[in-house]
T-cell receptor, first 115, second 113 residues
């Protein structure tokens, strides 16, 4: 069984640029969530996708957007990058069983540095 | 707004000792998770607690949940160096994986020989 994978591992961008991060969910998982983890902090929820639609969003501006594809993989897009966007971006997948026991399993993350 | 507070945020302890990490949350929730994160790595799921009084144990770690007090604890028994990591608790508001998790700031645990 393949776990959650993310690409790229590291990325360096400059202010104002746009970035796309990718995530492949664990086999059998249909829900993908994205989190931003600043250095020394806990992860913060960005948004979640289920059945190719956004299914909940945290306190992030619209320049953070995403997609989910029919194979449940997902992309996170960030426009007009700011210095504060520098962080580890984590993708997590989970099954949607409705049983209330759906643990989110995290990928290795993408380290984004904005200069 | 759901808030999750952990304490302590930093803990240095000796091997062989016992200690407890506390996680308080501000709103009723049906699920609480504990994760472990090693430096530069992603998050590893440790426990999911679903009901009041739930207790789960894995090796030297034991987690419990008191939904009435909105409190979860992670107890470490006879600590060993390999348990050095940052531990996060996280709370979900709704069932079925239909929402994001709110994390605490994490407890940075160092276990010294």
């Amino acid at each position: 069984e393949t776990g959650v994978t993310q690409s790229p591992t590291h990325l360096i961008k400059t202010r104002g640029q746009q970035v796309t991060l990718r995530c492949s969910s664990q086999s059998g998982h249909n829900t993908v969530s994205w989190y931003q983890q600043a250095l020394g902090q806990g992860p913060q929820f960005i948004f979640q996708y289920y059945r190719e639609e956004e299914n909940g969003r945290g306190n992030f501006p619209p320049r953070f957007s995403g997609l989910q594809f029919p194979n449940y993989s997902s992309e996170l897009n960030v426009n007009a990058l700011e210095l504060d966007d520098s962080a580890l971006y984590l993708c997590a997948s989970s099954p949607r069983t409705g049983k209330g026991t759906d643990t989110q399993y995290f990928g290795p993350g993408t380290r984004l540095t904005v200069l | 707004e759901l808030k999750v507070e952990q304490n302590p945020l930093f803990l240095s302890m000796q091997e062989g000792k016992n200690y407890t990490i506390y996680c308080n949350y501000s709103t009723t929730s049906d699920r609480l998770y504990w994760y472990r994160q090693d430096p530069g790595k992603s998050l590893e799921s440790l426990f999911v607690l679903l009901s009041n009084g739930a207790v789960k144990q894995e090796g030297r770690l034991m987690a419990s949940l008191d939904t009435k007090a909105r409190l979860s604890t992670l107890h470490i028994t006879a600590a060993v160096h390999d348990l050095s990591a940052t531990y996060f608790c996280a709370v979900a508001l709704f069932g079925g994986g239909a929402d994001g998790l709110t994390f605490g700031k994490g407890t940075h645990l160092i276990i010294q020989p």
